[in-house]
């Protein structure tokens, strides 16, 4: 089951980093072509995996290779989707929890890539998660109860949090040095694992921050710009907390 899981993960994730790509080019929609000079793609060259399984990183037209940010990004489902199952098995939690999955993939591709999360991925996706967390509860797979109002609360408590530390930090380091890309995503985050496990969700994405912080600092000796990418901190922790979040809860609490 774990290994149909992660073929379909992968399957699904290539089209979503292509979308992802598409929609960060503002490209039409079409064959999937290269970034840099709109050569459409070989369909081995569709999968940046597959692409790079079978030598065809490189563009044939121009020569540039794939961007390793769709790599990344089937990778990261990929392995979600692998640990959900293997888990969980397949229930009617653990499908949400998939599906949820495939927005924060997108955010992933693009703001590794750009560094902005494209409203066009995010607004669709909270609207359809705020609809779905009203009927069917927070997106976490351990859950044994939950209540209508779990999942709202959450998406509220992330929008919040982030929303403050956006105002303070471009007062403090002056505009963008925390995009609103990234309170919008908190919020989407927020409706994915509900209240109380956003509250977890954010303490893992400091901690993971802090240590990316650091191993920034040092590999950069000494210099910090005010820009810090949360959006990847924030995805690794909304995984994370999906997968072992109630665990992580049950063992602080203990
Ligand atoms: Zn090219």
């Known amino acids: 089951m774990t290994f149909v899981a992660m073929l379909l993960a992968w399957m699904v994730g290539t089209g979503a980093a292509l979308a992802a790509e598409t929609l960060m080019a503002r490209r039409e929609w079409g064959r999937p072509a290269c970034p840099h000079c709109q050569t459409p793609y ?4 569709w999968s940046a995996v597959l692409s790079l399984l079978t030598g065809r990183r490189f563009c044939r037209a121009c020569g540039k290779p794939g961007r390793w940010q769709r790599l990344a990004g089937e990778l990261f489902l990929a392995v979600l989707w692998g640990f959900l199952v293997a888990r969980y098995g397949v229930t009617g939690r653990t499908a949400l929890a998939l599906l949820a999955g495939i927005p924060l993939e997108m955010v992933l591709v693009t703001d590794l890539e750009t560094r902005l999360i ?11 998660l705020a609809v779905l967390g009203l009927f069917c509860g927070p997106t976490v797979p351990g859950l044994t109860s939950w209540a ?5 609360a959450g998406g509220a408590l ?5 929303w403050v530390l956006a105002s303070l930090g471009s007062f403090v380091w002056g505009e963008g040095a925390l995009g609103y890309g990234d309170v919008k995503l ?3 985050i927020g409706l994915a694992v509900g209240f109380p496990l956003i509250v977890e969700t954010l303490v893992l994405t400091f901690i993971f921050g802090f240590v990316g912080a650091l191993a920034l600092i040092f590999s950069r000796k000494g210099s910090l710009h005010s820009f810090f990418p949360y959006a990847p901190f924030l995805v690794l922790s909304a995984a994370v907390t999906m997968l072992w979040g109630m665990e992580i809860v049950t063992w602080y609490f203990r």
């Open 186 to 188: 908190a919020a989407y």
């Open 42 to 45: 070989s369909w081995l060259q």
């Open 118 to 128: 494209p409203n066009r991925i995010i607004v669709p996706a909270i609207a359809g």
């Open 148 to 152: 209508w109002w779990q999942s709202l």
């Open 158 to 162: 992330g929008l919040g949090v982030f």
